[in-house]
T-cell receptor
Framework: NAGVMQNPRHLVRRRGQEARLRCSPM?????VYWYRQLPEEGLKFMVY????????ESGMPKERFSAEFPKEGPSILRIQQVVRGDSAAYFC?????????????FGQGTRLTVV | QKEVEQDPGPLSVPEGAIVSLNCTYS??????FMWYRQYSRKGPELLMY????GNKEDGRFTAQVDKSSKYISLFIRDSQPSDSATYLC????????????FGTGTRLTIIP
């Protein structure tokens, strides 16, 4: 059973470009969470999604950021018109339905660098 | 004030020593407390979790929660160089599907 798969592992974008980060949850997991980790900081919650639904987006910046988890395919975190401050590691976690969040598993992350 | 405070370190100890890592928190609604280990350039890996106050032991690792003081600890006995990593505490209000609130992480180095 493959773990949570994130791609790409590294992404370089110029200021003003779009960044698309993908997360394939573990098999059987229908809950996906996105977190952002800035250098020397802990992980900050961004958004929680279930299939085709955004459950909690209280940690998402109001502009330029969006997330989706379609019925088929991976979850996508999209950042439009990236700025230098978006440079960070973005982690995805997944958990089974009706589970304790203590069972969430993290992917290896996507490291976004904005130049 | 951050909801969860954690000393970022760095912390260096000799191999074989007992390591103590700590977090404090301000939200009394937190009930589940987790410790994650994160190696450099990798994703966090759950070490153990504890529900409410008390102790939990797993091999060389012991987690303690004192809800009255809003203080949690992770102890590592007989520390090994392979324990060198960043340790993150995290907590949630209930056991259901909700966001984790993390500390900033403590960078630990075990010196052979």
């Amino acid at each position: 059973n493959a773990g949570v798969m994130q791609n790409p592992r590294h992404l370089v974008r110029r200021r003003g470009q779009e960044a698309r980060l993908r997360c394939s949850p573990m098999k059987g997991h229908s809950h996906v969470y996105w977190y952002r980790q800035l250098p020397e900081e802990g992980l900050k919650f961004m958004v929680y999604l279930q299939k085709e639904n955004i459950i909690d987006e209280s940690g998402m910046p109001k502009e330029r950021f969006s997330a989706e988890f379609p019925k088929e395919g991976p979850s996508i975190l999209r950042i439009q018109q990236v700025v230098r401050g978006d440079s960070a590691a973005y982690f995805c976690a997944s958990s089974p339905p009706a589970s304790l969040n203590t069972e969430a598993f993290f992917g290896q992350g996507t490291r976004l660098t904005v130049v | 004030q951050k909801e969860v405070e954690q000393d970022p370190g760095p912390l260096s100890v000799p191999e074989g020593a007992i390591v103590s890592l700590n977090c404090t928190y301000s939200n009394s609604a937190f009930q589940y407390f987790m410790w994650y280990r994160q190696y450099s350039r990798k994703g966090p890996e759950l070490l153990m979790y504890t529900y409410s106050s008390g102790n939990k032991e797993d091999g060389r690792f012991t987690a303690q929660v004192d809800k009255s003081s809003k203080y949690i600890s992770l102890f590592i006995r007989d520390s090994q160089p392979s324990d060198s990593a960043t340790y993150l505490c995290a907590m949630i209000r209930s056991g259901g599907n909700e966001k984790l609130t993390f500390g900033t992480g403590t960078r630990l180095t075990i010196i052979p």
